[in-house]
């Protein structure tokens, strides 16, 4: 029997291949995994709605750690079962300097996801929900008053700019004097969650209430919000696309996500 009891998987430039499926190879590997007893866990900087088609695809019986572990979500019963939500006070604070400055904006919210801008990447979403089954559909709701987006919790706050010095600029004037953890995703892109959330704190958590130790817990990733799991598991495994600064914080490093990477060090060193 395998030493470890648990795999926790990242999901773009992970387990899903740049045209964003999940390959053969790494599905036949992840379901010998679990044959084996040992638990499949999705950790992603997405929101659950466009994480849960993947774990419906895997029929998967763990919850979605989701938003750079804002939350623990639930798909049986369809809700988060515990998380952090924003700080309203300086988010209201820092709303306003996005508006005022234009920078898009995705809001992680219990029931969708709102927006501000970010077109481009909103569309991207609507076009892959018109292809899931009604039950797996994405909910977008555009925020035409800042202060509305309140009303219900906001998990992760996602800032985007076209030209990453302006965003660099207004993260450096404005974000950087607030209470949040900051995550770059892109250049263009920088995600912000509470402080004390993160993938690695929401899985430690997650494994303490299974009774797993997490030195038997197997993490995939590719991006600066997995490190804070590879420095807690017993085996973290960075993808073959990662950059240099990812890879020093694994104790291994796999194939590319399009070369199944996963399905490669789960045979090499998961799967006796």
């Not at 599905?27 to 994480?51: D, E, N, P």
């Not at 950087?176 to 969650?193: H, N």
Request: hydrophobic residues 45%; proline residues 6%; contains cysteine.
């Amino acid at each position: 029997m395998s030493e470890y009891k648990a795999i926790a998987l990242d999901m773009d430039g992970t387990l899903l291949t740049r045209d964003h499926k999940i390959s053969p190879a790494t599905r036949a590997a992840l379901a010998q995994a679990r044959a084996q007893g040992i638990k499949v866990l999705l950790v992603t900087g997405r929101h659950f709605m466009t994480a849960r088609p993947f774990h419906h695809e895997l029929a998967l019986d763990t919850p979605l750690i989701c938003s750079n572990g804002a939350y623990l979500y639930d798909p049986v019963q369809n809700r988060i079962l515990s998380g952090d939500p924003l700080a309203i006070a300086p988010l209201t604070k820092l709303l306003a300097a996005v508006e005022a400055q234009q920078m898009g904006a995705l809001f992680h919210l219990s029931e969708g996801i709102g927006y501000l801008g970010c077109e481009e990447h909103v569309t991207r979403i609507r076009h892959w929900s018109a292809n899931q089954p009604e039950h797996l559909k994405i909910a977008l709701h555009p925020v035409e008053e800042l202060a509305g987006s309140l009303d219900n919790p906001v998990w992760k706050l996602e800032l985007f700019n076209q030209d990453p010095a302006r965003l660099h600029t207004f993260m450096g004037e404005v974000v950087e004097q607030m209470p949040f953890t900051r995550d770059w995703a892109a250049p263009y892109a920088v995600e912000l969650v509470q402080p004390g959330c993160s993938k690695g704190n929401r899985l430690a958590q997650w494994a303490a209430s299974e009774g797993i130790e997490m030195d038997q817990v197997v993490a995939f990733g590719d991006n600066n919000n997995d490190i804070s799991m590879f420095e807690q598991v017993g085996l973290a495994v960075a993808m073959g696309n990662a950059a240099p600064q990812i890879k020093s914080h694994a104790h291994r490093v796999t194939a590319d996500h399009n070369e199944d990477g996963i399905a490669l060090a789960l045979q090499r060193w998961v799967l006796p």
